[in-house]
């Protein structure tokens, strides 16, 4: 979770209070990222220890009991490190619809193509969802609008490899479609790719 | 092209419960094109009920048969056998000068290249369906201004069609597919000539089309990031209709489980 350096991007801009950092985050990540205020209390207490914040005093118009963070020299230095880094390279989330497409192939094209199928009206059904629910919140931010075409664009890539499989199951040669699933139709098709 | 069914029915038999005109409904409909061993199917019995209303995206591998059921729905060609219900009306059924009047009358189209016409101003070409249908020029001029107020063009409508931008041009089409309360638009890769924003803006636009005018939007695309727009996506493979997120054929039930 890069919570952490979402906070100090945004005490970059200059000393913010805990529960303005809470709705700061929240609106530049377009609602799709809630934050408790205790775990942003926990994340800061931690930025504070680490030395990459430092607790300054009470500002004119906060409540005398708000602490208002800053930034410091090394939490500089470290979201600079942020922007730099690339993303920690985590498994692809739908590893598992590779894992699925490829068994359903060795139980036969046949059944492989209707789980292509299949996966595919559900991937379009959720991004179908989340359009018209973005829609019915009526929240045309930005940040809103980028979130969507993030999920949007990664259910894409998600698709194109369906459609790619399909293709490919589809122009195979009909010795080795349909076969049933033991060991020799098995290594026929797959000598024949 | 000869049409080889029997006994036509004089209005659509009802199927899965369904109640009123559709806007569009196939009913085991073929389409082959060529003969022997050039003949070609286009579409293998399909049958869909669109209703009033309802944004459908139709995707698919090329050539599944998404551009031919496009065609079909809009009375351009005919079908080889099975029905085609186009506002009520069998299209099979219909003279060529009905089918010419439904085409005008009930059926809107955008296509993904644009059709205007370069000599007309953006109002012209809005106006020009009316004006064919005999509607009184000033009437048409004014009703052609709504549908430019409609895609969000409401200045500059003077102006001739190379004088905006490329999803302008679009909004232009789409407002002359809307002039006259169509009952259905038919948009074949509408954006393809388009950045992402501007196609974005143009699907965006589609979209609002059946809740502003009851139209029935059929939209055949391969960008799932449009398809997300609609309401339903109708999926097509070699000529048939393999999954419908209307009805999704998924693992339970008695057609497609996965048991």
Redo the contacts between chains.
Sequence with gaps: MAVREGLLALLHEGPRYGYQLKTEFEAATGGVWPLNVGQVYTTLDRLERDGLVEVRGVEGETAPSQKTYAITVDGVAALGEWWEAVPSDDPPPRDELMLKVLMAIERGDDHALRVITHQRTVLLTLLQARRKERRAAGDESLAARLVTDALVARAEADLRWLDTCEEHLQRRPASATSAPTTASSTSTRKASR | MTTDHTTPPAAPPAIDGATGTAAVEFFDVVKRFGAGSNEVRALSGVSLRIEPGEFVAI?G?SGCGKSTLLHLAGGMEDATAGRVYVAGRDVADMSITDRAALRRREVGYVFQRLNLLASLTALENVSLPLELEGVAAKQARARARDALAAVGLDHRVDRYPDDFSGGQQQRIAIARAIVGERSVLLADEPTGSLDTVTSDAVIELLAGLPAQFGTAVVLVTH???F?????R?V?L?DGRI????AH????GTAS?G?R
């Design positions: 995707m591998p960008e799932p990031r398809a997300s727009w609609t309401d996506v999926f493979r393999v999954d419908d997120t999704p054929v998924g693992a497609g996965f």
